[in-house]
């Protein structure tokens, strides 16, 4: 592709030094750097044209502090910014030096003809970029070990450099960038648009116009003199050559003269091993998730975290800085864990006595051989027993009769034929399938497969299921009608397939390539691959939202099966058990547990829409022994217990164990179900998506937990001991409500509750920041995992939660924990349920009341004299105000996590003077 640019672009000049009062930007880092062009061989001889670079170089000041760099970092800028895009790091990598941490020299280039660097009036192809970074590394002798970090264009050009020094190269980053262009897809709009016949050079050269839209890119809008300080080197049409010259160089095509040396570096980066680091804003509108996902097939070792929020100037939306060197220190540290990891169990042991080692917890040990989550289905596949019903099918009436021979045949045709359309091992599949039988085979035939199977609640919302979705970037998409209309009007990735045939019109509409019959049809009398390997990743799971952006937590096929194995030893669930799972996660697991599995007449985006009756119908489908219901649905089943008739309780009667899990089950609560299941033993399991069974507790043991509690004592909710193969321990909270203490087990310490356990999650997705911090202050070499939930031992062992860390107040008197608050407040009569919030600065915040009453009040409103003294008295914490409101707002798939967060930011705009809305 060739470019007319106005003639203004090829006046050469001389570079200079950026002004002096830019804010963030120290005038002592720049240097001017003459270097001599190469002959066009890497390291060649410098005998061409002399070439001025400006940079922001920390290295002289390292020197007077007489530090020795422990290596260098090498930024390159995209286009249309310059160094001034690395101004923070290059400050906190020297003030890091000056407080005695680890010292890295960071060097920040301005590309030739950008920023404030020489105007060289020739024409600069990928192939020369790259080129030209090599002539400046070799002109000022840099010697490795060397971290490449590159934004936009500026990180195609620095992968060029990498792959060219792999003596030098011990680490790559990058933030938004790109290093391949699918043919399927067109380059991004802003990019089409600039490269418009007669267009390129008016919107990038003769007038500002390409420079200010990347300006307004950034989330929240830049300040006026940070978009000044990027504005400063591109003045005039004379000095904006270069991003005429860089969008005239995008290879749009394979004739595109760049696109050879952009194959090249795609190449080759699949062979680089060097520890790799990706920060990526998600709402770039330029380099989306698409390129993130094809630069993590490329290296798939990479340590990825995606800023919700953030887009393309993700340098100037977040704090990136931090986490570039907090990185590098891992990777510094990252050979003493390995050798830490690779000790003898009993060596680990010995080092931590207290704690000891549970099997499979080293991060080096080989896991224990499980049953694989298809081995029933492959043992029953010659059974006509009945594997699962579903209530309510999406086709015909009454209930749907699954056998195992039927299930298990049904997946392995359906894992062939999806292996017969491409699906392979490791790509990532989006279930968008209520529960039942279609959702069970598709997901097991997944598994079978060895590819990851993608499960997001439709709780989360349109918004919410486009963000998971989008962030896990599936290679293909299995859905029912109302998904995959989602999946094309908000364009989700991934190749679609339907669950039912629709017309051929309707197909097209919605980007179909198969339905599943088609699947099944091309799976009939097909081998199965190879099985994938215990430790391959099996799934990635979604949690709620209830605690912010919902986060996809990843699962081994070995952490899936050890969920099975615990489920199975604590309730001896197994073949011939009936299982009612009013909770979608439980239903899934039915057939690894070789249990007859029903998912009760419900919506299951709703769990208040389950009914007594409904449960009562499931029960005796199925001759159910085990119930699970999640607390939402526990409340209205006992509200609507009136409707059972004889035949209904009859079949109540048969279950044997009850459990209720995802959100605190108040003891009258449990009660109340209780006495409909009147043979069953009921169970209120503490976990979290991240880890689904950590403690457990009886009705009988609540009652015991309350007789013993201490009345000054933090309170909360109990939720007993920690199940056979969990380790729970506390991390003491500090005066400002964080969780710094060490691992302990001593009773009557609040702090964060830190677990692990075989079944434990292995990480989250694409949330390296997220993950490191929820492994902090763990035992090294070991998988534990900070809850965020808050809470204590009692000198029994048990384990009360006190509620989520961000909730904590941090009042002038000490930390005060939310829920044995609202437990509190709830005993008043007229209250039907409670938060807790802290308003004000960390240290002096003042506790605020936030009351649902019963009946519901019809607005928003402070409390009368009479509710709010009677609020008051309940606590011994002092009450700065009372607010009624008519609903306190929850998540949707519990229907009962409260975000505090949110209702604390409401209140202090109420209390300030701001209007009694709702929140």
């Known amino acids: 592709m060739t470019s007319r640019l106005p003639r203004a672009a090829t006046v050469p000049a001389p570079a200079t030094l950026p002004p002096s009062d830019l804010p963030g930007l120290d005038p002592a880092f720049s240097r001017l750097i003459d270097v001599h062009e190469s002959d066009g061989v890497i390291g060649g001889a410098q005998d061409g044209a002399p070439r001025t670079w400006h940079v922001l170089d920390n290295g002289p000041r390292l020197a007077q502090l007489g530090v020795t760099p422990v290596g260098t970092i090498l930024c390159v800028h995209g286009n249309p910014t310059w160094s001034y895009l690395w101004r923070s790091l290059v400050s906190q990598a020297t003030d890091a030096a000056l407080d005695g941490k680890p010292a890295w020299r960071v060097i920040a280039v301005d590309q030739l003809d950008m920023g404030f660097s020489e105007r060289t ?380 045939r629709y017309p051929a019109s309707t197909g097209a509409a919605l980007g179909l390539s198969h339905a599943l019959a088609d699947i099944v049809e091309l799976g009939v009398d097909q081998a199965l691959p190879e099985e994938p390997a215990a430790t391959d990743v099996a799934a990635v799971l979604f949690t709620s939202g209830s605690t912010g952006p919902a986060k996809g937590v990843v699962y081994t096929h070995d952490q899936l099966s050890a969920i099975v194995e615990a489920l199975s030893g604590q309730y001896g669930v197994g073949v011939g058990t009936g299982l009612v799972a009013g909770f979608a996660p439980f239903a899934l697991l039915g057939p690894a547990l070789g249990a007859r599995s029903v998912t009760p007449d419900m919506n299951v985006t709703s769990p208040k829409t389950l009914t007594a009756s409904a449960v009562a119908a499931a029960v005796a489908a199925v001759e159910a022994t085990v119930v699970f219901l999640s607390p939402a649905a526990v409340a209205n089943v006992v509200a609507t217990s009136a409707a059972l008739t004889d035949l209904d309780r009859s079949a109540l009667a048969g279950v044997q164990d009850f459990l209720s899990a995802g959100a605190p089950v108040s003891e009258p609560l449990l009660t109340a179900i209780a006495a409909l299941m009147p043979n069953a033993s009921a169970h209120t399991p503490y976990g979290m998506t991240e880890g689904l069974l950590m403690t457990d507790i009886t009705l009988e043991g609540i009652r015991e937990a309350a007789l013993a509690v201490d009345a000054d004592g933090p309170g909360g909710v109990c939720v007993g001991l920690p199940t056979a193969t969990t380790r729970v321990r506390i991390s003491a909270l500090n005066a400002s409500a964080e969780a710094t203490g060490e691992l302990s087990t001593e009773p009557g310490i609040t702090g964060e509750i830190v677990v692990s356990a075989p079944h434990l999650k292995d990480h989250y997705d694409r949330l390296w920041r997220t993950d490191r911090a929820s492994r902090i202050g763990a035992i090294a070499g070991e998988r534990w995992h900070r809850t965020g939930d808050v809470g204590h031992f009692d000198a029994a062992g048990r384990l009360w939660v006190e509620g989520r860390l961000p909730h904590v107040i941090a009042a002038p008197t000490g930390v005060v924990t939310p829920v044995g608050l609202e437990l ?96």
């Open 121 to 500: 009036g020739v024409a600069r192809p990928l192939a020369r970029r790259v080129r030209d970074l090599d002539d400046f590394t070799t002109a000022i002798g840099l010697d490795g070990p060397v971290v490449t970090l590159g934004h936009d264009w500026g990180g195609v050009v620095s992968m060029g450099w990498a792959v060219n020094h792999p003596d030098l190269l011990s680490g790559v980053m990058m933030l938004n960038t790109a290093i391949h262009q699918p043919e399927s897809s067109p380059i991004p709009a802003p990019l089409r648009l600039a490269l418009g016949p007669g267009i390129l050079g008016r919107a990038t050269v003769a007038t500002p116009a390409f420079l200010e839209t990347t300006l307004a890119l950034a989330h929240p809008p830049l300040a006026s003199d940070v978009k000044n300080a990027y504005r400063a080197p591109y003045r005039t049409a004379e000095r904006r050559g270069g991003i005429g010259g860089f969008v005239a160089d995008i290879p749009v095509d394979a004739a595109h003269e760049s696109t050879p040396e952009l194959d090249r570096i795609a190449s080759e980066l699949t062979r680089l091993t060097v520890p790799t680091l990706m920060l990526w804003g998600p709402r770039d509108p330029i380099f989306g998730d698409r390129y993130l996902d094809d630069l993590v097939d490329r290296m798939p070792h990479a340590d990825v975290h995606r800023f919700e929020g953030a887009g393309h100037l993700i340098a100037e939306d977040v704090d990136y800085a931090s986490s570039v060197l907090t990185w590098l220190a891992d990777q510094a540290g990252l050979e003493s864990l390995e050798a830490l990891a690779s000790l003898e169990s009993f060596d680990a042991a010995a080092e931590h006595p207290e704690v000891g080692v549970a099997p499979g917890l080293l991060l080096g040990d080989a896991a224990p051989a499980r049953n694989r989550l298809w081995h029933y289905l492959d043992e029953l596949r010659d059974s006509d027993e009945t594997a699962l019903i579903e209530m309510v099918p999406a086709q015909g009436a009454g209930p749907r009769v699954v056998s195992w021979k039927l299930l298990s045949k049904r997946v392995n045709q359906i894992a062939a034929g999806l292996n017969r359309i491409g699906v392979k091992k490791g790509d990532r599949v989006s279930l968008l399938i209520q529960p039942g039988a279609d959702l069970t085979a598709v997901l097991y035939a997944c598994l079978r497969l060895g590819a990851i199977v993608v499960i997001a609640d439709a709780g989360l919302g349109l918004r919410g299921l486009t963000r998971a979705v989008r962030g896990a970037w599936p290679d293909h998409v299995i859905g029912q009608l109302p998904g995959l209309v989602a999946a094309r009007a908000l364009g989700w990735p991934g190749q679609k397939i339907s669950t039912v």
């Open 824 to 919: 509190s407040f709830e005993k008043i009569p007229t209250v039907s349920r409670a938060a807790a919030v802290g308003i004000g600065p960390a240290g002096t915040q003042a506790i605020v009341a936030i009351i649902e009453t019963q009946p519901p009040a019809r607005r928003v409103s402070l409390a009368s004299p009479e509710l709010a003294a009677s609020v008051r008295a309940s606590v011994s914490q002092p009450v700065a105000a009372v607010i009624v409101l008519p609903h306190l707002p929850t998540d949707i798939r519990h229907n009962s996590k409260i975000d505090r967060t949110k209702l604390s930011l409401w209140a202090a705009r109420i209390l300030g003077g701001g209007r009694m809305v709702r929140p």
